[in-house]
């Protein structure tokens, strides 16, 4: 009876296996089906699938002259270039009329020399399948289809409106190139291939979102990047099925290995310049169209506290700029908890005029010294936002005021302690060194989880708070790359360019877990020094002109 139950239960699940084959065979409508020989049909099919929209351009030319031979030139009036459409395809198929006429030449002929002879354009890619033509156009190229024929070609016309090359928003230059990345595609890779002029750099390019349709490129030098991160970069880019991914944010959540965690574990850029470096250094580029903000991976918690303007100046001025940002890194994160713990449960580690000043400020306040924090950092936090969303007329005066005025009105009325907007003012100034925003956001989010803490358990907290983050961070792993290297682990050649940068000529390997395929970064033995014979030369000039 069983045997009988299995065998009917096989016979339908065949059945409708078949049916379905047969269905997807037959109907004309498949998305993946073939075009049609009939121009009408072609014709009905694009405007149907665009719904007739009003910005859909369908444009019937004659190929020769008599009845000749009707030819479809199909785009998106804003995508394309209007220009380049009519001196590259249209002109050249009426100025050849008379030529082909005493040709007569049959649709395959008529196609192939469209192809060959009249398109002036170098960017010309054959379709046969209703879904490719389809995709085309969406994407801003023009579709040519020629009556008798069941294939179709498409030519790269694109000319939509778009930003120029602008400096970078988001990450201030100091010095170096002012050069940022835009919105488009095309125009971010030609950034990287003008600073990288090698065959190396390699570029492959995706479509991400089933709707949407988003262009995705992965940048990586060949021979430096490693191969099995850049094919788990591939793997996990070719899984993601979306409707729509509009901006590179959306990528990384997608991407990342520590998706739970606070601290980004991909970095984002506006950069050309940076990107650039972290090529070099065996990392790879995930590029998205439409959004100038690139994603570099792997990346490690140092790369956050760097900037570019680090390897453009003397490396004891980068040095001492590096460790700035992280004694700003470390009181933006433990300072407010440090005060709250202090003030509250250990005043005996301060000095007593010290804690004789702090405690006549508070002798009014009414709330402890952690309500006290987390009010004034929810209220710091609630005037950041405001200048951000407000105009940007708006937005220094509403930073004014909400400093000023309601911090003043606030110590006056007794409702906070002036220490306490002094350590505040502090915290927010430490946490906008960070040069990074993704970790200067995680900063603050922490921060408050730090405060509960010292308020509860004072500095045994504190330290308890700041032991599981550093813990936290160990385990972390960006594409298989500890988050804390060099650090942890330590890796003795990679410390170069740690905490502290030593200078260009001895950084002569690249680091180890990235640019393991080629480690050698430069020669060794560039140290610049000045030669004997330069040195004799400059030296007895004065002696001879002296015996003169």
């Keep these: 009876m069983t045997s009988g139950m299995l065998s009917k239960v096989l016979k339908r699940l065949l059945s409708r296996q078949r049916t379905g084959i047969a269905h997807q065979g037959a109907c004309p409508n498949s998305p993946h089906a073939i075009l049609s020989k009939r121009l009408r049909e072609n014709e009905a099919l694009i405007r149907d699938a665009f719904g007739n929209s009003c910005d859909l351009i369908v444009r019937k030319v004659r190929f020769g002259t008599g009845p000749g031979i009707a030819v479809l030139v199909v785009h998106i009036d804003g995508l394309v270039d209007k220009v380049l459409v009519s001196e590259a ?47 085309c156009i969406a994407g801003g190229k023009c579709g040519i289809i020629v009556d008798g024929s069941s294939e179709a070609f498409v030519c790269d016309v694109r000319g939509f409106e778009k930003r120029g090359v602008e400096e970078p928003q988001s990450e201030v230059v ?130 956050f506290l760097t900037s570019p303007e680090d390897y453009y100046e003397r490396y004891f001025i980068a040095s001492a700029v590096r460790l700035l940002r992280w004694a700003s890194f470390l009181i933006a994160l433990l300072l407010p908890a440090l005060y709250v713990s202090v003030t509250t449960f250990h005043q005996e580690m301060l000095p007593t005029p010290l804690v004789l000043a702090i405690a006549a400020q508070r002798e009014g306040v009414p709330f402890p010294a952690v309500f006290e924090a987390l009010l004034m950092e929810v209220a710091f936090e609630i005037l950041r936002e405001a200048a951000v969303r407000l105009p940007k007329i708006y937005g220094p005066a509403i930073s004014i ?148």
């Design 174 to 303: 100091i010095r170096g190139p002012r050069e940022g990345f835009t919105e488009v595609l095309r125009t971010n890779t030609s950034l990287l291939r003008r600073r990288i002029r090698d065959p190396r750099l390699w570029i492959k390019e995706f479509t991400v979102g089933r709707v949407s349709r988003t262009q995705v490129a992965i940048a990586y030098i060949k021979g430096i990047a490693n191969d099995k991160v850049v094919q788990e970069a591939r793997d996990r880019i070719t899984r993601i099925d979306v409707d729509s991914i509009q901006e590179s944010g959306e990528l990384e959540e997608y991407l990342e290995d520590a998706p739970l965690s606070p601290f980004p574990t991909i970095l984002r850029t506006e950069r050309p310049d940076r990107v650039t470096g972290a090529l070099f250094e065996g990392r790879i580029a995930i590029l998205t169209d439409g959004t100038p903000f690139v994603l570099i991976a792997p990346v490690t918690f140092l790369m």
């Design 401 to 548: 005021v909400g400093v000023l005025i309601l911090g003043e009105a606030a110590v006056r009325a007794g409702l906070v302690s002036s220490a306490m907007i002094i350590v505040v003012a502090l915290t927010a100034i430490a946490s906008f060194v960070t040069p990074i925003f993704s970790l200067s956001i995680a900063v603050r989010l922490l921060r408050f989880p730090m405060i509960l803490l010292a308020g509860t358990l004072g500095l045994f907290g504190v330290v308890f708070g700041f032991s599981v983050v550093v813990i936290h961070v160990s385990s972390l792993r960006s594409f298989g790359v500890p988050f804390l290297e060099p650090i942890a682990p330590v890796v003795v050649s990679d410390l170069k360019d740690a905490l502290i940068r030593l200078p260009w000529w001895a950084m002569d390997t690249r680091p180890e877990f990235t640019g393991k395929s080629d480690l050698r970064r430069q020669s060794r033995g560039l140290m610049p020094r000045a030669s004997k014979t330069q040195e004799n030369k400059i030296s007895g000039s004065p002696g001879k002109r002296g015996s003169t």
């Design 89 to 135: 395809i249209i002109k050249p198929i009426g100025v050849t009329s008379e030529i082909l006429e005493s040709e007569r030449l049959s649709s395959i002929q008529v196609q192939e020399t469209l192809r060959d002879r009249l398109i002036l354009l170098s960017d010309v890619k054959q379709v046969s399948d209703k879904a490719g033509l389809l995709d």
